[in-house]
């Protein structure tokens, strides 16, 4: 009966509007902030997500032995530099987002975060020191092979629907990827534009194709989180043990100025993987739906994949079905995280985690 009990209270919870946009209540306690300590992150970089050689290509091999150099102006090397921090950043637990190869603020924020951790001067740039740092730690390739199985293709795949179109949304019987491409560029915390350039005139829809991806970390953390700051300001979520350890870095959408998160000490009340969406107009002052609605479940639901729910009534952590947006765009109010970085997120973290938001809302809807 317990279980049962758990499960329709986590069905209550979920009924309520996520991302609901009231203006914030008090919190339920005012613990007082503590300021994150730059910390070693002592955990053990996790294996590549695919455990094989280094990929066989040309273009790969050189992406994998990247080297910084202060005076290259070559755009391809500039990239294959990128590629190599970002991935090397990405098994640290220090996430860049979607990793795409380009320079932005989530990088920026990630290589920030990663050199406090360890010391650097914090400027936010590639330079030697940031890149023997990580491959001091981690000196695996970030390019393998992979062949695309009969599984990845099987599906099912969803059509596509407008973003902002709820009911044909609630039709649906899941909110799963719309294509092979998609599915595989997210989980290997690729870009979908970069899946494709590494492999040109590739049918990701045919299996036994072999295909170059990005050797991306397990989405798993070797300790319980007990505490996560996020922080308005900088569209970042971080995530510390008992002992205030610091054990991952997130680029997030943070609410919005109109709509803005909590403010002030909250707690996870649960975790739910792969969460339906309930649309509310009587919560809700966006969206056309003017009735409530049910989003069913799949990594393209307007949360995600993973939705933790907090003590803040209607709102939580969670995932998006663009992972490009990240950071880059407003929320109404929740904490929006990549799929994958939400489910490594979610793995780790205990019931009863406090949760304080810092700083202020700095994009507007």
Known sequence: MTGLASRFALIAVLALSACDDHPPAKPASAGKTVQKTATQNSASNP???????????????????AQFNAAATDPQAQRNLLMRVETLLDRAHFSPGVIDGRTGTNLTLAIKAFQSSRGLTQ?????????????????????????????????????????????AMSKLPAMNYLTP?????????????????????????????????????????????????????????????????????????????????????WAVRTLAPHPTYTFDPSRLTFGKPKTKLTIPAGPNNPVGSTWIDLTKDTYGIHGTPDPRLVNKRASHGCVRLTNWDAAELGSAVKKGAKVVFMGTEARAS
């Open 47 to 65: 294996p590549p997500l695919v455990p094989a050689p280094p990929a066989s290509t040309t273009e790969a091999q050189a992406i994998n032995t």
């Open 181 to 265: 491409q998609e599915m595989l560029a997210e989980r290997f915390h690729m870009d979908e534009d970069l899946l494709k350039a590494l492999n040109p005139n590739v049918d990701f829809g045919v299996a036994g194709t072999a295909i170059v991806v990005i050797a991306a970390g397990a989405d798993t953390l070797d300790r319980k989180v007990d505490r996560i700051e996020i922080d308005k300001s900088l569209g970042q979520v971080r995530a510390f043990d008992d002992q205030g350890g610091l054990l991952a870095v997130y680029p997030a959408t943070v609410g919005s100025t109109e709509r803005p998160a909590p403010t002030g000490e």
């Open 123 to 167: 400027d936010g740039q590639v330079s030697q020191a940031l890149l023997d740092t990580l491959v001091g730690g981690d000196a695996g390739p970030v390019l393998v092979d992979y062949t695309i199985t009969p599984k990845d293709v099987a599906g099912p795949f969803s059509p596509p629907v407008a973003k902002d179109d709820y009911e």
